[in-house]
């Protein structure tokens, strides 16, 4: 093997070392599976505005906005966690908790405004790409459709040290992106569809 023959191995070795190292992944390596058109269940943000309806107890029902602490006020219970949780969520606990004054609750919540949804519906590319980006998602979205709205990534960037960051059933998830493979091989294992409020991080090379 001559020397040109070994400084190119050596390089290639090293630019996977720095892009990340592909490993088999198992379905707890993966992010739930979405299929395109599919609705993320949405959570209630900060000066986002619900009715709470009791049945048959319309002194109890009230219109208010989630505050910043994430909390709203209702009649009789007090304050109840909004932020970050469903309708169904909420009018579950309102009910919990009116149960030790009333007989059987009844309560719906339903979402009068919504201000920020403008944020929640957002996906995002941020560190080696050409130009960070974040935009509103769209139906059917994958990773490297973000990733080519922003430019692809740049040269100094570390694809297959991608990752996805998700928050599933209330919690932060995350996840490997092979991206470099992606890109120039074609596995589109890793090439996950997007939900709102994905980021995807894509670290750079420092050399």
Same mark, same amino acid.
């Given at each position: ?39 993320a269940e ?8 619900? @009715? #709470?309806?009791?049945?048959?107890? %319309? ?6 906005? &989630? /505050?910043?602490? $994430?909390? !709203? ?34 309560? @719906? #919540?339903?979402?009068?405004?919504? %201000? ?6 957002? &996906? /995002?590319?941020? $560190?080696? !790409? ?69 980021v995807i ?7």
């Amino acid at each position: 093997m001559n020397a040109l023959r070994v400084f190119t191995l050596v390089l290639t070795v090293a630019l996977s070392a720095c892009g990340g190292t592909r490993s088999e992944l198992d379905e707890f390596d993966r992010p739930p599976e979405i299929q395109a058109g599919e609705a993320a269940e949405f959570r209630l943000g900060t000066g986002d505005v619900i @009715s #709470v309806s009791v049945w048959k107890n %319309p002194d109890l029902s009230v219109r208010v906005p &989630v /505050r910043p602490d $994430g909390f !709203v006020s209702v009649p009789l219970v007090g304050e109840i966690m909004a932020g970050g949780r469903t309708p169904a969520e909420i009018a579950a606990d309102t009910e919990q908790r009116l149960a030790q004054f009333i007989r059987t609750p009844k309560v @719906s #919540v339903i979402i009068e405004e919504i %201000p920020s949804a403008e944020f929640q519906n957002r &996906v /995002r590319v941020v $560190g080696g !790409v050409v130009e960070p980006k974040s935009i509103s998602h769209r139906d059917g979205m994958t990773i490297i459709d973000l990733v080519l709205e922003a430019g692809g990534v740049n040269e100094f960037a570390s694809p297959n040290a991608a990752k996805l960051y998700r928050t599933v059933e209330g919690v932060a998830r995350v996840y490997s992106v092979y991206l470099a493979d992606i890109l120039s091989e074609g596995l589109l294992d890793t090439n996950y569809p997007l939900v709102p409020g994905d980021v995807i991080t894509i670290p750079e090379r420092r050399f």
